[in-house]
């Protein structure tokens, strides 16, 4: 890390509680077949975690294909290597611990993978370590599955697995940079991204970007272009774990953290991974009533209640500077409710204001695939671009811009509410119940008027701004009353 940070870096170490896995070597070949069905140098995949090795001549057994998976335990696979479409976790115990398969060969490819489009992608997978029987499992591209399919159609067939794993006892390893704040240190934003995915987009594209803005931000302060006022920080380490950590072993430091955002999956060519960039909101209701230009992602949501709601500034105005870097750039720039899943929630779960960057729908996601060919150099530079510029402004916020947030709250409150509107005509139009509706408004209305209170979190002098909250209030409030009457009216007439 550079030497110019003003209070340094620090790396973490701690033994693991598992041991480290790591794959070296594999091939897997038809007996009688030439050419290798998979092998470790063109699919770095085909190894499920957690797999020991094979003996050095490696193992050559017969295949039995399992297709009704209720009937695995009725059959007899001792001594052979199960094929099955499925997770090999789901089947390891039965397979292997019950019925003493020597191994396991699976295909679980999901369909946002495209598989029958990208036929040699195989998405890692994982069984549980088991020092007692000491086997292995085998993941399969769609490409390998149809040959394996159809050799099976001819007859028996006899697999020729060789697997090199290394597995011993390791440390974990976290770096956190911090960059002093020169007024109100103890208060800090935390950018984290985590280093143990194996891919180019998930998640080298996020450690990258962190450490770009964490060597940029040292410049500019070196050179006296930029004082931040808060504290900056940069944390890289096991996603979720480090990032808990971090929010729970010091009670006094978490107080403090104002803004945490995860850096996860942020700089793809879209043009050749499909899906967007997207910035993951703090829960708000269309967490809850996912509709109109609000959808999930393929990843997935589950639906959320009231009282899981955190309204707070942060998803507005991190939104609208994207979008300004996206006009600039012809960048697009889209949002999902809320799903989970990554660094953003440790904070979440301890009442710190954190959103996560990402991109979704990935036809690469976790696949051998996810190679430095998908990645943009444009979309790298504008999640930078947008983030330090969101960083800067809010490490450096005041009263002037905790005013220039409200005014955007009621900006975007406005339109969602009115958006609100015209989904609730067609849902009443449809048949759905009146109380449904006002429930929606009411939801939207008293997200917007608490998150108008966040804005106390960057002013100093609290009085004047707490009019600016009242008046912003009061004009939500008058157009959520005006929509509720409409709403009542359309459902009378």
């Known amino acids: 890390m550079s030497t110019y940070f003003r209070t340094g870096h620090r790396i973490e170490k701690r033994p693991l509680k598992k041991p480290t896995w790591e794959s070296v070597n594999a091939s897997v070949k038809i007996v009688g077949e030439d050419i290798p069905l998979l092998q470790h140098s063109t699919n770095r995949n085909m190894i499920a975690l957690n797999s020991y090795s094979t003996p050095k001549e490696g193992v050559n057994a017969e295949v039995v294909y399992v297709k009704n998976l209720k009937k695995l335990k009725e059959l007899d696979v001792k001594g052979k290597i199960v094929f099955a479409e499925t997770s090999p976790h789901r089947i390891f115990n039965q397979a292997i611990v019950k019925s003493g398969a020597l191994g396991l060969i699976t295909y679980s490819n999901p369909k946002y993978l495209q598989p029958q489009k990208n036929t040699t992608s195989i998405q890692f997978r994982t069984i549980p370590l088991n020092k007692e029987v000491k086997s292995w499992a085998i993941a399969m591209s769609y490409k390998a599955k149809e040959e394996l399919k159809a050799a099976l159609l001819k007859g028996k067939v006899f697999l020729d697995v060789h697997i090199e794993t290394n597995i011993y006892p390791s440390e974990e390893l976290t770096i956190v940079a911090d960059i002093k704040g020169d007024k109100y240190p103890k208060e800090r934003l935390v950018f984290s991204a985590h280093i143990q995915e194996p891919g180019a987009n998930d998640n080298a594209t996020g450690v990258g970007v962190a450490l770009e803005m964490a060597t940029l931000t040292a410049e500019l302060i070196k050179n006296n272009i930029f004082v931040p006022n808060r504290t900056l920080t940069f944390l890289w380490g096991d996603e979720i774990i480090s990032t808990n950590r971090y929010v729970k072993e010091d009670t006094i430091r978490a107080k403090n953290i104002k803004w945490g955002i995860s850096l996860d999956m942020v700089g793809e060519d ?81 009442n710190i204001p954190s959103v996560l960057f990402w991109h979704f729908t990935d036809q690469f996601y976790h696949t051998d695939n996810d190679r430095i060919d998908k990645v943009s150099q444009k979309t790298l530079k504008n999640v930078e671009v947008s983030s330090l510029a969101s960083a800067y402004t809010l490490l450096n916020a005041n009263d002037t811009t905790a005013k220039s947030i409200l005014l955007n709250i009621e900006k975007v409150a406005i339109s969602r509410l009115q958006e609100e509107k015209k989904q609730s005509e067609i849902a009443l139009k449809k048949g759905d119940s009146l109380s449904t509706q006002l429930s929606i408004i009411s939801a939207w209305k008293d997200w917007y008027i608490n998150s108008t209170k966040t804005t106390l979190d960057i002013v100093k002098d609290s009085t004047n701004h707490q009019e600016y909250i009242k008046e912003t209030s009061k004009k939500i409030d008058s157009l959520s009353s005006k929509i509720t009457e409409e709403l009542k009216l359309i459902k009378k007439n």
Do not use: C
């Open 270 to 350: 879209t043009n050749k991974t499909g899906g967007t960039f997207l910035i993951e909101k703090m829960p708000d209701p269309s967490a809850i009533w996912t509709r109109g230009n609000d959808k999930h992602t393929e990843w997935g949501g589950q639906k959320m209640k009231l009282e899981e709601m955190t309204p707070h500034y942060l998803n507005d105005f991190l939104i609208d500077k994207f979008k300004e870097q996206g006009k600039r750039t012809n960048w697009v720039v889209n949002t999902n409710p809320f799903e989970g899943g990554s660094d953003h929630v440790p904070f979440l779960k301890r």
